[in-house]
């Protein structure tokens, strides 16, 4: 992320009393949002954005993570002046998982056809075809697994998946090597039905641009949380809101 478009997202953070990440390490989670609503203590994930435009970009190589996780988070966007020395901020929005759902399904259907060519490839691999790349061999080593593999499982993953024994050594059936197989076959195939950075459009955001989605100072971060609060009450099972 470039250091002027971090620093806008931090000064949103505080403004609306966000609990940041600095290292985003929670899964590619922006912040939290703690709230009670009623009695009941409710966490959101939210995705912080900035934009000096009228669109907003997202991420690089978007797939189908993305979209899973994109409906499950509140989007937070502060839209700034493209005054390049200091950027001001204009006005924000906080926008639900409804809210996003139609940007986010149109964004799904331009990567579903390709995400169901890479599942469906990965299941047609055979053991010949494992042969043919690994050699053939009645056990697989841990070494060969992570050759295959490679960084996508941990190692706790990779000793977990053992399900041979030969000689006191534990390894990989050739059955298993073959699961390993696809997994590699479906990961490589999903890398090329990625979009690179589609932005939420200015259609989509200027349909809430008069409404109660608009979030206004001084008190920045109760207008959040009351969006938040009014989502709950309505959409109380919703798979977004965690305890």
Known sequence: MPVQDDE???????????DWDPAHQRGGVDAMLDIDVDGRSCRFEVEVKSS???????????GMDHIQKWRRKLFVIGFYSRDARRPELQHCLCLTPLDMEPWIAVIEQKILIDFKLALIASRRLELSDLFEICGEHATYSLNDAKRLYRQ????????QAQDTVVDGQRGFSQ?????????????????????NNPHIT???????????????????????????????RLYPDHPAIGA
């Open 8 to 18: 806008r997202e931090r000064e949103l953070v505080r403004m609306f009393n966000l």
């Open 52 to 62: 000096t435009g009228e669109t907003v970009s997202t991420a690089r190589d978007v």
């Open 152 to 159: 996508q499982w941990t190692r706790d993953q990779y000793v």
């Open 175 to 195: 059955l298993k090597m073959l699961e390993i197989l696809r997994l590699r076959s479906k990961y490589i195939a999903e890398r090329g039905a990625t979009l």
């Open 202 to 232: 200015r259609a989509h955001l200027t349909q809430f641009l008069d409404g109660n989605r608009v979030v206004k100072g001084p008190n920045w971060a109760a207008g959040v949380r009351l969006i938040a609060s009014e989502f709950v």
